[in-house]
């Protein structure tokens, strides 16, 4: 992939350089699937065999959320994991699906602190029975200028949220990833000041879309998607959505977040999806769907918030091309 260096030093890929699925799809997968196809030939078999090998998790039951799910043709599973961005992992879209299988994703437990009256330390078995859990087919918008439809599984965070009790104070909610360098290779890079940290004002944590995501596709995330527990925030750019989480903590002031530390200007506190507010680097008026990235296929149109426009009144009188 083409990687262009910005002022600030991050190395970081132009919207325009998406890989092919060719060479994309994560290279253990793809041998596994060439002896699939040598020992059985070409034919029905060999087909049903490749979406088996592709998505072989173990299953998560959860209701669909019609209301809240968008009807678009959903990414294919094999995209969505195998066309990702963890840093932790590696630089290229490719790397998590090869790299993440480090990860022990248990035991696991998530610490809920600071501005609360009961701060709480849950382990993700109690996580994932904390509330029932929810299908929600949901667009993702990469601010690097492309997006997928994908069936995640979780509740509101809100639920989670609601059980610590907030005190007055808090006031916005910070989210940290494990950066653990036994676990991720791709801490050597000094691409980002680890952990990876992100953080959402108190009312948009709370609003119902903000999604605790444990699963997607009917099973729990694959490694490489941010296994055992992330955030989806599906109205903002999708490095909001922080990956395996281990801390979340509430807080009275706007927390520093990793992506806004390396580069303030790219890359702001609110990264509303904003089709009218373009990328220092890029425009963010367009982007191409995942799986459509044949030569012809025409880009679509970014919306604003995603899409989400239910969110709007959380942000009414504010200057979104000033908060960013
Ligand atoms: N800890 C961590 N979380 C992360 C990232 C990362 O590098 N590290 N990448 C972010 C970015 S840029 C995107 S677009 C989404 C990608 O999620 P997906 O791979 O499940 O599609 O995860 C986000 N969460
Ligand atoms: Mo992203």
């Not at 009312?203 to 490489?224: F, K, S």
């Not at 992506?259 to 009218?276: K, L």
Request: aromatic fraction near 10%; charged fraction near 25%; include cysteine.
């Amino acid at each position: 992939m083409l990687i262009k260096r910005n002022p600030n030093g991050i190395d970081l890929p132009f919207s325009s350089e998406i890989t092919p699925q060719s060479v994309y799809q994560g290279r253990r997968q793809f041998i596994a699937r060439m002896a699939a196809t040598a020992a059985v030939g070409s034919g029905i078999w060999e087909m049903a065999n490749r979406e088996a090998l592709a998505q072989d998790g173990p299953k998560l039951a959860a209701r669909r959320n019609a209301a809240l799910s968008t009807d678009e043709k959903l990414t294919s599973f094999k995209d969505a994991s195998n066309y990702n961005n963890y840093y932790e992992f590696g630089l290229d879209k490719g790397d998590p699906a090869e790299n993440a299988h480090t990860l022990r994703t248990r035991p696991w437990t998530l610490r809920i602190e600071g501005e609360v009256k009961k701060p709480m330390t849950i382990d993700i078995d109690t996580l994932l029975k904390l509330a029932p859990l929810e299908e929600r087919i949901y667009r993702l918008r990469c601010v690097e200028g492309w997006s997928m439809v994908i069936p995640w599984l979780g509740y509101s965070l809100s639920h989670l949220i609601r059980q610590v009790e907030p005190t007055g104070n808090a006031k916005f909610v910070e989210f940290t990833s494990l950066a653990d360098s036994k676990q991720m290779p791709g801490l050597r890079s000094g691409v980002l000041d680890w952990p990876y940290v992100e953080g959402l004002r108190l009312d948009e944590a709370m609003h119902p879309l903000t999604l605790l995501t444990l699963g997607m596709y009917g099973q729990v995330l694959p490694n490489q998607n941010g296994a055992p527990v992330r955030l989806i925030v599906p109205w903002k750019y999708g490095f909001k959505s922080a990956k395996s989480i281990v801390r979340i903590r509430l807080v009275s002031r706007q927390p520093r977040t990793a992506w806004n530390d390396s580069a303030p200007r790219e890359y702001g506190f609110y990264s509303n999806v904003n089709p009218n507010v373009d990328h220092p680097r890029w425009s963010q008026a367009s982007e191409r769907r995942i799986g459509e990235t044949g030569l012809f296929q025409p880009k679509r149109k970014t919306l604003m918030f995603n899409g989400y426009d239910q969110v709007a009144s959380l942000y009414t009188g504010m200057d979104l091309k000033r908060f960013y």
